[in-house]
């Protein structure tokens, strides 16, 4: 992500009553569900005992489609919140790669400075502070929104010097689609791959294949021992039953599925994310839902928890209900539109080449109930869809026409339009 927030905290305006929770959303980058034992797609290896406890704790979304953004160069610091600590990478892009280690980091009064150290433990230690000291809370009267965007496991994928190595005997299976053919896919897609073989050894760069996974979940362990930190806080502050806590990622990240290295394309594989919401003693514990949901429902939540009306029409759906009862009926699609950096008029008109970037087209994607779409927005290419499930499952393929229709219309119109007037997914429909 472009916007590096680090630690925001939500200017309240609205009268508070006792029963209005804290919120804090644990926002990670590049993190794929496979990371999270607790998501079954997890390797046997994979160790996340906080992150898994939260999801005992708590409601865990198996199907959570966020969404990556770039909004630009970060102009809301001292705008837009009471309190901040930023990575500052658009100040300062020499240090832009730093994910880890050594970052300048801007702190409320303004001032700028290097900052040795972990970057996930640093990160994990001013929240801390905020949420069981209070350092930097205007009026502790109030609920406060706490959003800890961590910069992991975002590449280099850099572990912890205390977890270099604690994977080094994990067996990782290879993809089936690492390489190619891969019949049925997009064109595009057909003859690719980031790996290569070297004297039978498959490879990510300089690294093994092996070692390169390997390496990825070692990266994440810092921020699970972050979650169980923060969680230690909440309770020693006499928080814990009163704050919503939110665990999530921009994305996921794929390692061979597809051939792919990369959180860019529209497949699970891709793009999936974990998402577990816990609040002990007011939301069900160790649930788990599979209505597919999407980032911009978090918004609409938070504001139903904090008591504030939404200030505008917005795309996402509150998923109170979903946390009161995770098997509830749940109507709303999630929608992920891949137009790079174009947003609002600029997508009139679809590219011509297909407006690839880092080898990916633009594309819609849509998931609703067992199904799920992907259209390349390319001339000749079909789109794809899968469906999960029983066919007892009562999804109607029409619920996908007109959400198409009701969706893009709101956010997407000229690409929605030619989504729906496309032959290809009328076919599709049919
Ligand atoms: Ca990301």
Known sequence: MSRLFLILVFATTVV???????????????????????????FDWVRTPNIDSLARNGVRFAHAYIGKWHTGTDTGMGLDWDYQIVWNR???????????????????????????????????????????????RKDETKPWY????YGAVHGPY???PRHVGDYTNAVVPIPKDIFDPRPGKPSWLQNRSAFRERDGEIMSGKMTFADAVRQYHEGVLAIDEGVGRLVAALKESGQLE?????FTSDQGFAWGQHGVRSKLAGYDATIRAPLIISMPGSLPRGQVCERPVG??????????FAGIELP?????????????????????????????????????????????????????????GRYKYIHSLLENEPARHSYQGASSDRYSPTCMASAVARINGQCCSKVGRWLVQSSRIASFLS
Not at 16 to 42: F, K, M, W
Not at 242 to 246: M, P
Not at 295 to 304: A, K, M, N, S, W
């Open 312 to 368: 505008w029409q917005m795309h996402g759906h509150d998923l109170t209900p979903l946390l009161r009862n995770p098997q509830a009926a749940w109507k709303h699609p999630v929608l992920i539109a891949n137009t790079w950096n174009s947003f609002g008029s600029d997508t009139a008109v679809i590219p011509a080449d297909g407006g690839f970037r880092a080898g990916i087209p633009w594309y819609v994607m849509l998931r609703h």
């Open 158 to 160: 850099t572990p912890a």
């Open 16 to 42: 508070l009553t006792a029963q209005r929770p804290n919120i804090l959303l644990i926002y990670t980058d590049d993190q794929s569900h496979r990371t999270v034992g607790c998501y079954p797609e997890s």
């Open 90 to 136: 658009p100040g300062f892009t020499d240090n832009s790669r730093n994910y880890f280690n050594d970052q300048m980091i801007t702190f409320n009064n303004g001032q700028t400075r290097l900052v040795e150290g972990y970057s996930t433990d640093n990160y994990t230690k001013w929240a801390i502070e905020f949420i069981k000291d209070g350092k930097g």
């Open 242 to 246: 009163n704050t919503l806590v939110v």
């Open 295 to 304: 980032g911009v429902d978090l918004i609409p939540t938070f504001h139903r």
């Open 146 to 149: 706490l959003w800890l965007c």
